[in-house]
Protein backbone atom coordinates (compact mmCIF):
# COMPACT_ATOMS: atom_id res chain seq x y z
CA UNK A 1 0.00 0.00 0.00
CA UNK A 2 1.23 3.74 -0.76
CA UNK A 3 1.80 6.33 1.64
CA UNK A 4 -0.22 9.83 1.56
CA UNK A 5 1.79 12.11 -0.63
CA UNK A 6 4.30 13.95 1.15
CA UNK A 7 5.23 17.47 -0.30
CA UNK A 8 8.22 19.48 -0.74
CA UNK A 9 9.26 22.54 -1.99
CA UNK A 10 12.16 23.12 -4.63
CA UNK A 11 13.38 26.74 -5.31
CA UNK A 12 14.86 26.46 -8.57
CA UNK A 13 18.30 28.40 -8.69
CA UNK A 14 21.15 29.61 -11.41
CA UNK A 15 22.52 26.68 -10.62
CA UNK A 16 20.00 24.15 -11.59
CA UNK A 17 19.02 25.49 -15.00
CA UNK A 18 21.04 25.01 -18.17
CA UNK A 19 21.74 27.51 -21.47
CA UNK A 20 18.41 26.11 -23.07
CA UNK A 21 16.83 27.99 -20.02
CA UNK A 22 15.21 25.20 -17.89
CA UNK A 23 16.34 23.14 -15.22
CA UNK A 24 18.85 20.13 -16.43
CA UNK A 25 17.35 17.22 -16.95
CA UNK A 26 19.54 15.11 -14.55
CA UNK A 27 18.74 17.44 -11.76
CA UNK A 28 15.03 16.65 -11.03
CA UNK A 29 16.85 13.36 -10.00
CA UNK A 30 18.43 15.17 -7.14
CA UNK A 31 15.17 16.92 -6.65
CA UNK A 32 13.44 13.86 -5.76
CA UNK A 33 16.23 12.73 -3.67
CA UNK A 34 15.81 15.64 -1.55
CA UNK A 35 12.47 15.09 -0.91
CA UNK A 36 12.81 11.44 -0.28
CA UNK A 37 15.21 12.79 2.48
CA UNK A 38 12.86 14.51 4.27
CA UNK A 39 10.68 11.90 4.03
CA UNK A 40 12.84 9.73 6.05
CA UNK A 41 14.33 12.35 7.96
CA UNK A 42 18.06 13.45 7.72
CA UNK A 43 18.82 12.70 11.20
CA UNK A 44 17.43 8.73 11.01
CA UNK A 45 19.71 9.20 7.36
CA UNK A 46 22.61 9.85 9.41
CA UNK A 47 22.30 7.42 12.21
CA UNK A 48 21.53 4.57 9.39
CA UNK A 49 24.86 5.43 7.91
CA UNK A 50 26.93 5.91 11.38
CA UNK A 51 25.65 3.36 13.60
CA UNK A 52 24.26 0.39 10.95
CA UNK A 53 26.68 1.45 7.96
CA UNK A 54 23.51 1.51 5.82
CA UNK A 55 23.21 3.77 3.23
CA UNK A 56 20.26 3.47 0.34
CA UNK A 57 21.20 3.56 -3.33
CA UNK A 58 18.77 3.96 -6.46
CA UNK A 59 18.63 0.53 -8.18
CA UNK A 60 16.45 1.68 -11.26
CA UNK A 61 15.22 5.24 -12.24
CA UNK A 62 12.24 5.98 -14.70
CA UNK A 63 11.73 9.47 -15.47
CA UNK A 64 9.24 11.01 -17.89
CA UNK A 65 9.54 14.67 -19.06
CA UNK A 66 6.46 16.93 -20.22
CA UNK A 67 7.57 20.34 -19.05
CA UNK A 68 10.91 22.34 -18.26
CA UNK A 69 11.10 24.05 -14.99
CA UNK A 70 12.86 28.04 -14.60
CA UNK A 71 14.94 29.87 -12.73
CA UNK A 72 13.48 31.04 -9.76
CA UNK A 73 10.53 28.84 -9.59
CA UNK A 74 9.21 27.25 -6.21
CA UNK A 75 8.27 23.63 -7.45
CA UNK A 76 6.49 21.36 -5.43
CA UNK A 77 7.87 17.93 -5.04
CA UNK A 78 4.92 15.20 -4.51
CA UNK A 79 6.25 11.65 -3.55
CA UNK A 80 4.64 8.43 -2.06
CA UNK A 81 6.33 5.25 -1.10
CA UNK A 82 5.62 1.61 -0.66
CA UNK A 83 7.56 -1.64 0.17
CA UNK A 84 7.58 -3.59 -2.74
CA UNK A 85 9.31 -6.24 -0.86
CA UNK A 86 11.87 -6.74 2.35
CA UNK A 87 14.42 -5.29 0.44
CA UNK A 88 12.82 -2.41 -1.88
CA UNK A 89 10.85 0.51 -2.08
CA UNK A 90 9.48 2.19 -5.04
CA UNK A 91 8.77 5.84 -4.99
CA UNK A 92 6.43 7.42 -6.98
CA UNK A 93 7.24 11.09 -7.31
CA UNK A 94 5.98 13.86 -9.25
CA UNK A 95 7.33 18.08 -10.07
CA UNK A 96 5.03 20.35 -10.45
CA UNK A 97 5.38 23.75 -11.55
CA UNK A 98 3.63 27.13 -9.74
CA UNK A 99 -0.17 26.80 -11.02
CA UNK A 100 0.60 23.41 -13.42
CA UNK A 101 -2.08 21.37 -14.13
CA UNK A 102 -0.40 18.35 -14.72
CA UNK A 103 3.31 17.24 -13.53
CA UNK A 104 5.91 18.92 -15.35
CA UNK A 105 8.11 15.53 -14.82
CA UNK A 106 7.08 11.99 -13.19
CA UNK A 107 9.58 9.67 -11.72
CA UNK A 108 9.09 6.17 -10.63
CA UNK A 109 12.28 5.39 -8.45
CA UNK A 110 13.20 2.11 -6.91
CA UNK A 111 15.95 2.07 -3.66
CA UNK A 112 17.70 -0.67 -2.21
CA UNK A 113 19.77 -0.52 1.18
CA UNK A 114 23.12 -1.54 1.25
CA UNK A 115 25.69 -1.75 3.87
CA UNK A 116 29.31 -0.84 3.65
CA UNK A 117 30.41 -3.48 1.08
CA UNK A 118 27.71 -3.04 -1.20
CA UNK A 119 25.65 -5.82 -0.02
CA UNK A 120 21.89 -5.79 0.32
CA UNK A 121 20.32 -5.42 3.47
CA UNK A 122 16.70 -5.59 4.24
CA UNK A 123 14.93 -2.28 4.23
CA UNK A 124 14.83 -0.34 8.39
CA UNK A 125 11.44 0.20 9.69
CA UNK A 126 12.06 3.69 9.53
CA UNK A 127 13.00 4.14 6.25
CA UNK A 128 9.76 2.32 5.19
CA UNK A 129 7.24 4.37 7.08
CA UNK A 130 6.97 6.60 4.41
CA UNK B 1 18.51 -0.09 -36.98
CA UNK B 2 20.61 0.80 -34.51
CA UNK B 3 24.25 2.54 -34.89
CA UNK B 4 27.67 0.60 -34.23
CA UNK B 5 28.18 1.25 -30.47
CA UNK B 6 30.25 4.78 -30.13
CA UNK B 7 33.25 4.51 -27.54
CA UNK B 8 33.65 7.26 -24.98
CA UNK B 9 35.53 8.15 -22.06
CA UNK B 10 34.26 9.53 -18.74
CA UNK B 11 36.80 9.90 -15.78
CA UNK B 12 35.50 10.27 -12.50
CA UNK B 13 36.38 13.15 -10.36
CA UNK B 14 35.86 13.88 -6.44
CA UNK B 15 32.78 16.21 -8.04
CA UNK B 16 31.61 13.30 -9.29
CA UNK B 17 31.22 10.50 -5.90
CA UNK B 18 29.15 11.26 -3.18
CA UNK B 19 29.92 10.36 0.90
CA UNK B 20 28.93 6.84 0.21
CA UNK B 21 32.18 6.23 -1.67
CA UNK B 22 30.93 5.85 -5.35
CA UNK B 23 29.10 7.88 -8.25
CA UNK B 24 26.47 9.74 -7.36
CA UNK B 25 23.47 8.18 -9.48
CA UNK B 26 22.21 11.16 -11.20
CA UNK B 27 25.64 12.03 -12.18
CA UNK B 28 25.18 9.11 -15.07
CA UNK B 29 22.48 10.83 -16.73
CA UNK B 30 25.29 13.60 -17.18
CA UNK B 31 27.94 10.87 -18.64
CA UNK B 32 25.47 9.39 -20.98
CA UNK B 33 24.45 13.30 -22.31
CA UNK B 34 28.29 14.33 -22.64
CA UNK B 35 28.66 10.95 -24.56
CA UNK B 36 25.46 11.52 -26.67
CA UNK B 37 27.32 15.02 -27.59
CA UNK B 38 30.26 13.52 -28.51
CA UNK B 39 28.50 11.05 -31.03
CA UNK B 40 26.76 14.25 -32.82
CA UNK B 41 29.62 16.80 -32.36
CA UNK B 42 29.81 20.31 -30.10
CA UNK B 43 30.19 21.53 -33.26
CA UNK B 44 27.03 20.41 -35.00
CA UNK B 45 25.04 21.12 -31.55
CA UNK B 46 26.28 24.90 -31.56
CA UNK B 47 25.62 25.25 -34.98
CA UNK B 48 21.71 24.06 -34.95
CA UNK B 49 21.29 26.06 -31.68
CA UNK B 50 22.79 29.61 -32.55
CA UNK B 51 21.83 29.02 -36.55
CA UNK B 52 18.13 27.20 -36.37
CA UNK B 53 17.13 27.60 -32.88
CA UNK B 54 17.27 23.90 -32.37
CA UNK B 55 18.16 21.67 -29.04
CA UNK B 56 17.51 18.66 -27.46
CA UNK B 57 15.52 17.61 -24.54
CA UNK B 58 15.76 14.03 -22.68
CA UNK B 59 11.92 13.01 -22.78
CA UNK B 60 11.88 9.70 -21.04
CA UNK B 61 15.08 8.30 -19.30
CA UNK B 62 15.12 4.44 -17.90
CA UNK B 63 17.70 4.13 -15.70
CA UNK B 64 19.37 0.42 -14.65
CA UNK B 65 21.76 0.36 -12.10
CA UNK B 66 23.91 -2.83 -10.98
CA UNK B 67 27.41 -1.33 -9.95
CA UNK B 68 28.54 1.65 -8.66
CA UNK B 69 31.95 3.51 -9.79
CA UNK B 70 34.83 4.70 -7.44
CA UNK B 71 36.98 8.02 -7.83
CA UNK B 72 40.00 7.68 -9.91
CA UNK B 73 38.42 5.42 -12.35
CA UNK B 74 37.86 5.91 -16.08
CA UNK B 75 34.55 4.52 -17.27
CA UNK B 76 33.66 3.70 -21.07
CA UNK B 77 30.08 4.32 -22.09
CA UNK B 78 28.97 2.75 -24.64
CA UNK B 79 26.16 4.40 -26.89
CA UNK B 80 23.62 3.37 -29.50
CA UNK B 81 21.05 5.20 -31.72
CA UNK B 82 18.22 4.94 -33.71
CA UNK B 83 15.63 7.46 -35.06
CA UNK B 84 12.31 5.80 -33.63
CA UNK B 85 10.46 8.32 -35.81
CA UNK B 86 10.88 11.58 -37.44
CA UNK B 87 10.47 13.16 -33.87
CA UNK B 88 12.25 11.15 -31.42
CA UNK B 89 15.55 9.36 -31.46
CA UNK B 90 16.17 6.30 -29.09
CA UNK B 91 19.31 5.84 -27.49
CA UNK B 92 20.57 2.73 -25.71
CA UNK B 93 23.92 4.00 -23.17
CA UNK B 94 25.95 1.30 -21.20
CA UNK B 95 28.52 2.66 -18.28
CA UNK B 96 31.25 0.07 -18.11
CA UNK B 97 33.60 -0.03 -15.10
CA UNK B 98 37.37 -1.00 -16.35
CA UNK B 99 37.47 -4.39 -15.78
CA UNK B 100 34.28 -4.77 -15.93
CA UNK B 101 31.95 -8.48 -17.17
CA UNK B 102 29.08 -6.39 -18.04
CA UNK B 103 27.62 -2.73 -17.29
CA UNK B 104 27.75 -1.06 -14.07
CA UNK B 105 24.60 1.09 -15.40
CA UNK B 106 22.78 0.83 -17.92
CA UNK B 107 20.23 3.25 -19.56
CA UNK B 108 17.52 3.74 -22.66
CA UNK B 109 16.98 7.50 -23.27
CA UNK B 110 14.25 9.18 -25.20
CA UNK B 111 15.48 12.76 -27.32
CA UNK B 112 13.03 15.06 -28.81
CA UNK B 113 14.33 18.05 -30.70
CA UNK B 114 12.55 21.19 -29.63
CA UNK B 115 12.76 25.36 -31.06
CA UNK B 116 12.96 28.17 -28.70
CA UNK B 117 9.49 28.41 -27.63
CA UNK B 118 9.54 24.91 -26.84
CA UNK B 119 7.82 23.38 -29.46
CA UNK B 120 8.64 19.93 -30.93
CA UNK B 121 10.70 19.94 -34.17
CA UNK B 122 11.67 17.42 -36.69
CA UNK B 123 15.25 15.14 -35.70
CA UNK B 124 17.58 17.39 -38.19
CA UNK B 125 19.14 14.66 -40.42
CA UNK B 126 22.78 15.43 -38.57
CA UNK B 127 21.54 14.45 -35.46
CA UNK B 128 20.44 10.70 -36.49
CA UNK B 129 23.13 9.82 -38.15
CA UNK B 130 24.68 8.56 -34.88
CA UNK C 1 27.81 50.76 4.87
CA UNK C 2 27.46 47.06 5.43
CA UNK C 3 24.31 45.19 5.46
CA UNK C 4 22.32 43.65 8.66
CA UNK C 5 23.25 39.67 8.54
CA UNK C 6 20.66 37.55 6.55
CA UNK C 7 20.39 34.15 7.60
CA UNK C 8 19.82 31.16 5.20
CA UNK C 9 19.16 27.51 5.81
CA UNK C 10 20.65 25.06 3.70
CA UNK C 11 20.51 21.33 4.00
CA UNK C 12 23.57 18.76 2.82
CA UNK C 13 22.15 16.19 1.12
CA UNK C 14 23.93 13.21 -0.89
CA UNK C 15 24.63 15.45 -3.99
CA UNK C 16 26.62 17.69 -1.93
CA UNK C 17 29.19 15.78 -0.52
CA UNK C 18 32.20 13.81 -2.22
CA UNK C 19 33.83 10.76 -1.56
CA UNK C 20 36.16 11.77 0.93
CA UNK C 21 32.89 12.43 3.68
CA UNK C 22 32.58 16.48 3.50
CA UNK C 23 31.00 18.89 1.02
CA UNK C 24 32.64 19.29 -2.09
CA UNK C 25 34.15 22.48 -2.09
CA UNK C 26 32.96 24.16 -4.89
CA UNK C 27 29.16 23.60 -3.73
CA UNK C 28 29.78 26.61 -1.13
CA UNK C 29 29.87 28.72 -4.26
CA UNK C 30 26.18 27.47 -4.50
CA UNK C 31 25.26 27.41 -1.14
CA UNK C 32 26.20 31.17 -1.01
CA UNK C 33 24.56 32.25 -4.27
CA UNK C 34 21.28 30.22 -3.18
CA UNK C 35 21.95 32.67 -0.02
CA UNK C 36 22.10 36.22 -2.21
CA UNK C 37 19.49 34.96 -4.10
CA UNK C 38 16.95 34.72 -1.50
CA UNK C 39 18.26 38.46 0.03
CA UNK C 40 17.77 39.89 -3.55
CA UNK C 41 14.06 38.15 -3.94
CA UNK C 42 13.40 35.55 -6.42
CA UNK C 43 10.58 37.00 -8.51
CA UNK C 44 12.94 40.37 -8.48
CA UNK C 45 15.59 38.31 -10.22
CA UNK C 46 13.24 36.58 -12.52
CA UNK C 47 11.73 40.49 -13.20
CA UNK C 48 14.96 41.85 -13.92
CA UNK C 49 16.29 39.27 -16.38
CA UNK C 50 12.70 38.90 -17.87
CA UNK C 51 11.54 42.93 -18.20
CA UNK C 52 15.25 43.94 -18.17
CA UNK C 53 17.27 41.73 -19.73
CA UNK C 54 19.87 42.07 -16.35
CA UNK C 55 21.78 39.35 -14.70
CA UNK C 56 24.34 38.98 -11.85
CA UNK C 57 27.84 37.93 -12.81
CA UNK C 58 30.67 36.62 -9.97
CA UNK C 59 33.71 39.01 -11.18
CA UNK C 60 35.64 37.90 -8.19
CA UNK C 61 35.37 34.96 -4.92
CA UNK C 62 37.83 34.53 -2.19
CA UNK C 63 36.72 31.81 -0.35
CA UNK C 64 38.38 30.28 2.93
CA UNK C 65 38.27 26.85 4.11
CA UNK C 66 37.98 26.11 7.43
CA UNK C 67 36.15 22.97 8.18
CA UNK C 68 33.87 20.34 6.49
CA UNK C 69 30.65 19.90 6.64
CA UNK C 70 28.91 16.72 6.50
CA UNK C 71 26.08 14.64 5.38
CA UNK C 72 22.29 15.36 6.87
CA UNK C 73 23.43 18.82 8.92
CA UNK C 74 21.97 21.95 8.37
CA UNK C 75 24.06 24.76 7.39
CA UNK C 76 23.38 28.38 8.35
CA UNK C 77 24.34 30.94 5.53
CA UNK C 78 25.36 34.56 6.91
CA UNK C 79 25.58 37.03 4.34
CA UNK C 80 25.92 40.77 4.63
CA UNK C 81 26.29 43.26 1.32
CA UNK C 82 27.67 46.43 0.83
CA UNK C 83 27.44 48.47 -2.74
CA UNK C 84 31.21 49.14 -3.47
CA UNK C 85 30.33 51.61 -6.51
CA UNK C 86 27.40 52.13 -9.30
CA UNK C 87 28.85 48.82 -10.61
CA UNK C 88 29.74 46.25 -8.21
CA UNK C 89 28.51 44.48 -4.63
CA UNK C 90 30.40 43.10 -2.25
CA UNK C 91 29.48 40.34 -0.24
CA UNK C 92 30.48 38.99 2.89
CA UNK C 93 29.03 35.39 3.62
CA UNK C 94 29.54 32.37 5.92
CA UNK C 95 29.04 29.13 6.23
CA UNK C 96 28.76 27.67 9.70
CA UNK C 97 27.88 24.35 10.62
CA UNK C 98 25.16 23.13 13.51
CA UNK C 99 26.81 24.46 16.77
CA UNK C 100 29.67 25.35 15.24
CA UNK C 101 32.46 27.85 17.43
CA UNK C 102 33.36 30.23 13.98
CA UNK C 103 32.18 29.53 10.61
CA UNK C 104 33.15 26.60 8.45
CA UNK C 105 33.72 28.56 5.42
CA UNK C 106 34.18 32.22 4.73
CA UNK C 107 33.83 34.03 1.45
CA UNK C 108 34.02 37.75 0.09
CA UNK C 109 32.29 37.78 -3.04
CA UNK C 110 31.81 40.80 -5.84
CA UNK C 111 29.17 40.56 -7.99
CA UNK C 112 28.72 42.76 -11.24
CA UNK C 113 25.29 43.52 -13.44
CA UNK C 114 25.49 42.76 -17.21
CA UNK C 115 22.90 42.65 -19.75
CA UNK C 116 22.15 39.82 -22.33
CA UNK C 117 25.36 40.83 -24.26
CA UNK C 118 27.79 41.04 -21.46
CA UNK C 119 27.89 44.44 -20.78
CA UNK C 120 28.09 45.96 -17.37
CA UNK C 121 25.42 48.17 -16.49
CA UNK C 122 24.76 49.80 -13.62
CA UNK C 123 23.25 47.73 -9.67
CA UNK C 124 19.75 47.75 -9.74
CA UNK C 125 18.38 49.76 -6.54
CA UNK C 126 16.44 46.38 -6.14
CA UNK C 127 19.54 44.58 -5.74
CA UNK C 128 21.69 46.67 -3.60
CA UNK C 129 18.48 47.08 -0.48
CA UNK C 130 20.31 44.07 0.81
CA UNK D 1 59.87 27.56 -7.70
CA UNK D 2 56.54 26.92 -9.89
CA UNK D 3 56.20 23.87 -12.27
CA UNK D 4 56.34 24.40 -15.91
CA UNK D 5 52.35 24.88 -16.84
CA UNK D 6 50.30 21.49 -17.45
CA UNK D 7 47.61 22.06 -20.24
CA UNK D 8 44.08 20.47 -19.76
CA UNK D 9 41.08 19.76 -22.23
CA UNK D 10 37.81 20.41 -20.88
CA UNK D 11 34.58 20.38 -23.08
CA UNK D 12 31.94 22.54 -22.23
CA UNK D 13 28.66 20.24 -21.94
CA UNK D 14 24.92 21.75 -20.96
CA UNK D 15 25.39 20.13 -17.48
CA UNK D 16 27.91 23.15 -17.08
CA UNK D 17 25.98 26.04 -18.30
CA UNK D 18 23.12 28.27 -16.82
CA UNK D 19 20.15 29.97 -18.10
CA UNK D 20 22.60 33.10 -18.63
CA UNK D 21 24.16 31.33 -21.38
CA UNK D 22 27.55 30.50 -19.72
CA UNK D 23 29.24 28.31 -17.51
CA UNK D 24 28.29 28.41 -14.23
CA UNK D 25 30.79 30.17 -11.96
CA UNK D 26 31.13 27.47 -9.37
CA UNK D 27 32.03 25.11 -12.50
CA UNK D 28 35.25 26.59 -12.87
CA UNK D 29 36.48 24.97 -9.25
CA UNK D 30 35.57 21.40 -11.06
CA UNK D 31 37.75 22.47 -14.03
CA UNK D 32 40.62 23.29 -11.62
CA UNK D 33 40.35 20.32 -10.48
CA UNK D 34 39.78 18.24 -12.98
CA UNK D 35 42.93 19.16 -14.39
CA UNK D 36 45.35 19.03 -10.61
CA UNK D 37 44.29 15.82 -10.54
CA UNK D 38 45.51 15.27 -14.34
CA UNK D 39 48.67 16.50 -13.04
CA UNK D 40 48.81 14.42 -9.51
CA UNK D 41 47.55 11.46 -11.20
CA UNK D 42 44.50 9.70 -10.44
CA UNK D 43 46.21 6.59 -10.05
CA UNK D 44 48.40 8.26 -7.26
CA UNK D 45 45.53 9.83 -6.06
CA UNK D 46 43.40 6.85 -5.67
CA UNK D 47 46.94 5.05 -3.86
CA UNK D 48 47.87 7.86 -1.57
CA UNK D 49 43.82 7.47 -0.71
CA UNK D 50 43.47 3.52 0.07
CA UNK D 51 46.85 2.73 1.15
CA UNK D 52 47.79 5.69 3.11
CA UNK D 53 44.24 7.35 3.97
CA UNK D 54 45.78 10.56 2.44
CA UNK D 55 43.38 13.03 0.74
CA UNK D 56 43.64 16.96 -0.30
CA UNK D 57 41.55 20.06 0.56
CA UNK D 58 40.62 22.96 -0.67
CA UNK D 59 42.42 25.30 1.87
CA UNK D 60 41.80 28.64 -0.11
CA UNK D 61 40.25 29.92 -3.31
CA UNK D 62 40.93 33.07 -5.10
CA UNK D 63 39.10 33.10 -8.48
CA UNK D 64 39.09 35.90 -10.79
CA UNK D 65 36.28 35.80 -13.52
CA UNK D 66 36.87 37.94 -16.72
CA UNK D 67 34.85 35.86 -19.90
CA UNK D 68 31.93 33.77 -19.49
CA UNK D 69 32.80 30.53 -21.53
CA UNK D 70 29.47 29.21 -23.64
CA UNK D 71 28.17 25.78 -24.57
CA UNK D 72 30.12 23.43 -27.13
CA UNK D 73 33.54 25.22 -26.23
CA UNK D 74 36.70 23.46 -25.43
CA UNK D 75 38.61 25.20 -22.78
CA UNK D 76 42.30 24.70 -21.99
CA UNK D 77 43.02 24.63 -18.07
CA UNK D 78 46.58 25.72 -17.66
CA UNK D 79 48.09 24.84 -14.09
CA UNK D 80 51.24 25.68 -12.57
CA UNK D 81 51.99 24.49 -9.08
CA UNK D 82 54.79 25.10 -6.35
CA UNK D 83 55.05 23.90 -2.77
CA UNK D 84 54.50 26.68 -0.41
CA UNK D 85 55.98 24.93 2.45
CA UNK D 86 55.70 21.29 3.93
CA UNK D 87 52.33 21.67 3.95
CA UNK D 88 50.71 23.64 1.40
CA UNK D 89 50.63 23.48 -2.49
CA UNK D 90 50.05 26.31 -4.16
CA UNK D 91 48.49 26.41 -7.74
CA UNK D 92 48.19 29.00 -10.46
CA UNK D 93 45.30 27.75 -12.78
CA UNK D 94 43.72 29.99 -15.77
CA UNK D 95 40.60 28.75 -18.33
CA UNK D 96 41.28 30.01 -21.64
CA UNK D 97 38.77 29.57 -24.41
CA UNK D 98 39.04 28.80 -28.07
CA UNK D 99 41.49 31.57 -29.62
CA UNK D 100 41.12 33.85 -26.47
CA UNK D 101 43.69 36.52 -25.88
CA UNK D 102 43.51 36.01 -22.40
CA UNK D 103 42.86 33.63 -19.77
CA UNK D 104 38.54 33.39 -19.29
CA UNK D 105 39.02 33.27 -15.75
CA UNK D 106 42.26 33.11 -13.16
CA UNK D 107 42.66 30.98 -10.00
CA UNK D 108 45.07 30.58 -6.91
CA UNK D 109 44.05 27.84 -5.14
CA UNK D 110 46.02 26.21 -1.87
CA UNK D 111 46.03 22.99 -0.85
CA UNK D 112 46.32 20.90 1.96
CA UNK D 113 46.97 16.81 2.14
CA UNK D 114 44.49 15.44 5.09
CA UNK D 115 44.21 12.13 6.63
CA UNK D 116 40.58 10.10 7.18
CA UNK D 117 40.30 12.08 10.65
CA UNK D 118 41.02 15.43 9.17
CA UNK D 119 44.66 16.02 10.51
CA UNK D 120 47.15 18.16 8.61
CA UNK D 121 49.97 15.69 7.07
CA UNK D 122 52.73 16.76 5.29
CA UNK D 123 52.15 17.06 1.53
CA UNK D 124 53.43 13.45 -0.01
CA UNK D 125 56.43 13.98 -2.45
CA UNK D 126 54.51 12.52 -5.54
CA UNK D 127 51.72 14.86 -5.40
CA UNK D 128 53.99 18.14 -5.16
CA UNK D 129 56.40 17.32 -8.55
CA UNK D 130 53.87 18.82 -10.38
Redesign the interface.
Known amino acids: MESEAHRFQV?V???D??????V????Y??YF??AR?AVIG??E??RL?KEAGL?F?????????QD?A?????LEIRSRVRKDSDYRLVWHQEAWRPGGRKPAVKAEIHLVCIDRH?NLRPIPPTAAAG
Do not use: C, I, M
Open positions: QYYETDHSGVYHANLKEREPALVWGAVYRAEVGYGEFGETK
